[in-house]
Each structure stands twice: as structure tokens, then as C-alpha cells.
């Protein structure tokens, strides 16, 4: 078992890739990764509000024990990282098959704000949501794409209706350390 850096107390060796696959957003698109992560807790996955880094960091070390034993788990966790390794490698992406002779080329996308996942607050609505779509289809097509945006200390208010029907707003906090970010 090891020490994560980004604040993971620990992991089996049999599943230390797990804080690597949590750090990278593609599992909020990938059905098997967010099912392998449901599958550590379903109840503190869903308290979370499916966050991985957050389960991670909350996990019982023995549920992980068993999860690192456990072949359906295996099966999925090594699932996660393949797909991982692969969409990280570009060999085989429509950008490489259609312009082979173009060297590395990093696209720098600067937006406000990204809707990548709920787990990651900084997005509050149409412009945020369009940046994310962009930021996932440029992974999709195997882009060297970059998004640089704004961190706000907090993220923007949840609104709901309460009994009475009056509408109610609360401010989302969160860490910024604590989201799979990088500050470059």
C-alpha cells in the first residue's frame, strides 16, 4: 500500500492505479470506470455526488482490500487503466490517422469556465457546458488540447425549490487542491 498525492490515504498495489484513473475525467464518460467506482461504496459513491477522488479519499481500507481481490473488480479496474493508457497515447486516434506528418502541437482552449463533471464546479450553465463538450471531443479525436480557464475559490450556488415553493440558493465550497486539476 502507498501514500496517494493528491491527498488518497492509501491503496492495495493490486489496484494503485486507481488515484491515476480518478485524476483523469475520462471516467465520467466511461461507463465500466464509474461502475468500477460505484462498486467500492454505492452509498458513499452517490453522498459524493460521484466523485472519485472523493471516495477514494473516504474509502474503508478494508472494502478496498476486497476490492483488490475480488475478479469482477480486477476486471473492470484493469479495464479503466487500458482505456486510460490508450486514449492517453493518441496512436490510434482520427487527428493521428489524418495528419500523421503533423509533429506534437498543443491547442490551448481558454474558456471561463468548463462543464466536465459535476464533481468539478466551475461551470455554471450554457458556455461552461459547450466548453466541456468541445474539451471531450477533442479527446475523442486524439487533440493535444489544453483548457485553460478561471479556479474561483468557490463554485456557483446550487438552487432548489423548497416546500413552500419559494426558490432557495446555497454556495458551493470546495477545495481546489482536491479536484483532478493541474495549475500549470
Known amino acids: 500500500m502507498s501514500q496517494g ?3 488518497v490515504p492509501y491503496l492495495p498495489e493490486a489496484i494503485q492505479g486507481l488515484e491515476r484513473v480518478a485524476t483523469n475525467l475520462f471516467w465520467s464518460w466511461s461507463h465500466p470506470a464509474r461502475e468500477m467506482f460505484r462498486r467500492i461504496d454505492p452509498t458513499m459513491w452517490s453522498r459524493v455526488r460521484h466523485d472519485p477522488l472523493a471516495l477514494l479519499r473516504g474509502a474503508d481500507p478494508a ?4 476490492c483488490a481481490r ?3 473488480f480486477l476486471a473492470l479496474y484493469r479495464g479503466a487503466v487500458y482505456e486510460l493508457d490508450r486514449l492517453g497515447s493518441r496512436a490510434d486516434t482520427w487527428f493521428a490517422r ?3 506528418d503533423i509533429g506534437p502541437a ?3 482552449y481558454f474558456c471561463a469556465e468548463f462543464g466536465l463533471h459535476n464533481s468539478v464546479p466551475i461551470y455554471s450553465g450554457g458556455l461552461g457546458v459547450l466548453a466541456g463538450d468541445h474539451t ?3 479527446s475523442d479525436l486524439g487533440l493535444d488540447f489544453v483548457c485553460v480557464g478561471l ?3 468557490r463554485g456557483y450556488f446550487d ?3 423548497d416546500r413552500d415553493g419559494w426558490q432557495t440558493d446555497s454556495d458551493e465550497v470546495f477545495n481546489p487542491e482536491a479536484l483532478p486539476l493541474t495549475r500549470l
Open 98 to 100: 489524418s495528419y500523421p
Open 136 to 138: 471531450k471531443e477533442a
Open 5 to 7: 498525492t493528491r491527498g
Open 151 to 153: 479556479l474561483y475559490s
Open 63 to 66: 472494502r478496498l482490500a476486497t
Open 159 to 161: 438552487q432548489k425549490v
Open 106 to 108: 498543443t491547442i490551448a
Open 70 to 72: 475480488d475478479p469482477e
